[in-house]
T-cell receptor, first 114, second 111 residues
Framework: DVKVTQSSRYLVKRTGEKVFLECVQD?????MFWYRQDPGLGLRLIYF???????EKGDIPEGYSVSREKKERFSLILESASTNQTSMYLC?????????????FGPGTRLLVL | GQQLNQSPQSMFIQEGEDVSMNCTSS?????WLWYKQEPGEGPVLLIA?????ELTSNGRLTAQFGITRKDSFLNISASIPSDVGIYFC???????????FGTGTSLTVIP
């Protein structure tokens, strides 16, 4: 079974704090993704990574950065958290060396910025 | 990004009823995925579709890749209370590209 884990299920931070969200996958997947999920807006892609040390901006990268130093780990960083970054954050991974495209999600981190 | 229109937005049904939902796009997609998300959890992959016209089942769930490649359908037969959740479609334009997601169908099953 594919397993994608996220370091925290719930986080409460203050405006201006630096926030790290960690994601780990155990299936040697090349691609990893960070999304945020908001009511009525669905899932929106923040950043993705094709492979170690590679990253690409998604649809809403502003206010976020990412780090992928190891294949299994993809970190999302909020340099200075703001209240409009309160959301559910979902990490996903995807194998590349397969003829069939799929994508697997972690359980999510619900972030509240006060 | 791409817009996927998913309908209906929400459904309230009696236990035992069948459920149908669909997802449409203005673009031709290469792959369609269907996910279920329970409260406070991440989406779980239910069914993956890779070919126009393909019909795939997973227990009481059946999904189809539309012939035009611009739509996909998910049916749930004989619904039960544990079917409650939000169902998402996801489409991919070309292999290796990102997936785009529908806004979800919220399903409530009344015992």
């Amino acid at each position: 079974d594919v397993k994608v884990t996220q370091s925290s299920r719930y986080l409460v931070k203050r405006t201006g704090e630096k926030v790290f969200l960690e994601c780990v996958q155990d299936m040697d997947h090349e691609n990893m993704f960070w999304y945020r999920q908001d009511p009525g807006l669905g899932l929106r892609l923040i950043y993705f990574s094709y492979d170690v040390k590679m990253k690409e901006k998604g649809d809403i990268p502003e206010g976020y950065s990412v780090s992928r130093e190891k294949k299994e780990r993809f970190s999302l960083i909020l340099e200075s958290a703001s209240t409009n970054q309160t959301s559910m954050y979902l990490c996903a991974s995807r194998p590349v060396k397969t003829r069939r495209e799929t994508q697997y999600f972690g359980p999510g981190t619900r972030l509240l910025v006060l | 990004g791409q817009q996927l229109n998913q309908s209906p937005q929400s459904m309230f049904i009696q236990e035992g009823e069948d459920v149908s939902m669909n997802c449409t796009s203005s673009s031709i997609f290469n792959t369609w995925l269907w996910y279920k998300q329970e409260p406070g959890e991440g989406p779980v992959l239910l069914i993956a579709l890779y070919k126009a016209g393909e019909l795939t089942s997973n227990g009481r769930l059946t999904a189809q890749f539309g012939i035009t490649r611009k739509d996909s359908f998910l049916n749930i037969s004989a619904s039960i209370p544990s079917d409650v959740g939000i169902y998402f479609c996801a489409g991919q334009l070309l292999a290796g590209n990102q997936f785009y997601f529908g806004t979800g169908t919220s399903l409530t099953v009344i015992p």
